[in-house]
């Protein structure tokens, strides 16, 4: 597996070593061992989420203030624009963001560490996103900043306006939303 630091250097690009022939491909999606040599420390994944989205859907940016959740993210169908904001206040790079292209075809996945907010955007006609989480999600916990809060300032690829929920259209911004304690 290739294992990219990204700007942020603790969200990480990792590649798995895809084999091809004539009948296909096959790689391995996770191995615990791999995985937690490549980021240097024991992760414990608790659930596992598959969610399908149509072309423009944006979802995030969501974190929770409490059981923070690290993620191990691919797509399994279709591609997105993944994004991981910093949320950490003691931070270099509190506020800041990286955003990577996750799909079926490059199999790339991203793994976003506590203290991040995520959120991605689909550019295919549909998309099949998968992840792993560090800790189960707390409705009570969740919160969910703005996709474009112009401090933060993320270059989404898109056109026009994109498809969001109801909680993702009235989100807070980094200013005045509540972090982690």
Known sequence: MKVTPLAIPEVLLLEPRVFRDERGFFFESFNQ???EAAIGTKVDFVQDNHCHSI????RGLHYQVRQAQGK?????SGEVFDVAVDLRQY??????WVGEVLSAENKRQMWIPEGFAH???????TAEFLYKTTHYWAPANERCIAWNDPSIAIDWPIK???ILSRK???AA?????ELFP
Request: no cysteine; hydrophobic share 45%.
């Open 33 to 35: 061992a791999v995985f």
């Open 55 to 58: 072309r423009n859907v944006l």
């Open 72 to 76: 191990l993210v691919h797509v399994v």
């Open 91 to 96: 931070s270099r790079t509190f506020g800041q």
């Open 119 to 125: 959120g991605f955007l689909v550019r295919s006609e």
């Open 160 to 162: 026009g306006e994109p």
């Open 168 to 170: 993702d259209a009235l």
């Open 173 to 177: 911004t980094l200013k005045t939303a």
